[in-house]
């Protein structure tokens, strides 16, 4: 009950600074999420390095600031269609594979892939969050955002009791053997509940696009949780970190949004919703 209760005080407590973050707007979340990319990045850089795996630090460390900034909203396109994000990555990739023919040292290609591992999964994915902040536009934004939030919340939650009280078949035994069946069921169930309410209160989509969202969004969010366990898993990672008690590291408190967040906004361009 004791680690039950840090968890969720942690949960309610992060999920308040996000709140705020939020409700500022790109202002706020800038630097915030800065921070938690410079975190995350740090936890995922130590996993690798107790296991005798490298990487460019201090590129990784710059390379992923600029992906985070060049998210931000309003800026001009360098192409019509593209994006700064685009050419950051594309000037990683370039980078990293120049630096390796100048200073070459033991295995360079896992450096390359390593390095560039890290950049997608991490602040390439927190990009997302300023996208989706303001899609279509910064008032409209603000639901569509808490949308992840809320709904990777009560999957969370929901899929813990559920698995506790219900659980019996393993979800992903190799991967997370304390998932199970149940537990993402669950999980499912308190997305779409929660979804429902909320998009009932703020007069958006129907019955059925409340449902469809909560599964795509419920499914994304424990892939999310499920990546970063095979991530760990290979690694020899209990946890990425020890930064947020009752949860580990912020990288195991952001598994979930790193997909969530990026579904939502996908799917909202793609005018599925």
Not at 35 to 51: I, K, N
Not at 74 to 95: C, D, H, M, N
Not at 147 to 165: H, Q
Request: proline content about 5%.
């Amino acid at each position: 009950m004791e680690s039950l209760s840090v968890r969720v005080l942690t949960s309610l407590v992060s999920f308040g600074l996000v709140v705020l973050a939020v409700l500022f707007g790109w202002p706020a979340m800038l630097p915030a999420l800065l921070l938690v990319s410079f975190q995350c990045l740090r936890e995922y850089v130590r996993m690798l390095d107790r296991r005798d795996l490298d990487v460019r630090h201090i590129s990784v460390y710059l390379f992923g600031s600029a992906l985070i900034v060049a998210s931000l909203p309003g800026l001009p396109a360098p192409w019509q269609g593209g994006s700064w994000r685009e050419v950051i990555l594309g000037f990683a990739l370039f980078y990293f594979l120049v630096i390796e023919v100048i200073r070459p040292g033991e295995r360079p290609l896992e450096r390359i892939v390593y390095s560039l591992f890290g950049l997608l999964y991490i602040p390439w994915l927190l990009g997302y969050f300023l996208l989706l902040r303001y899609t279509p536009n910064a008032e409209d934004g603000l639901i569509y955002f808490a949308l992840p939030l809320l709904a990777t919340f009560a999957t969370d939650i929901g899929g813990f009791f559920a698995g506790n009280f219900f659980g019996r078949r393993k979800l992903a035994p190799e991967v997370s053997p304390g998932k199970t069946v149940e537990g993402a069921v669950g999980g499912l169930v308190a997305s779409f509940l929660l979804v429902l309410v909320v998009t009932r209160v703020a007069g958006i989509w129907s019955l059925f696009d409340a449902l469809l969202y909560a599964a795509m969004v419920a499914s994304a969010s424990q892939l999310g949780d499920l990546s970063e366990s095979l991530l760990k898993r290979s690694l020899g990672a209990k946890d990425s970190g020890n930064s947020m008690p009752g949860h580990g590291g912020l990288l195991d408190r952001m598994d979930s949004l790193l997909f969530a967040v990026p579904i939502t906004y996908l799917f909202l361009q793609l005018g599925v919703f």
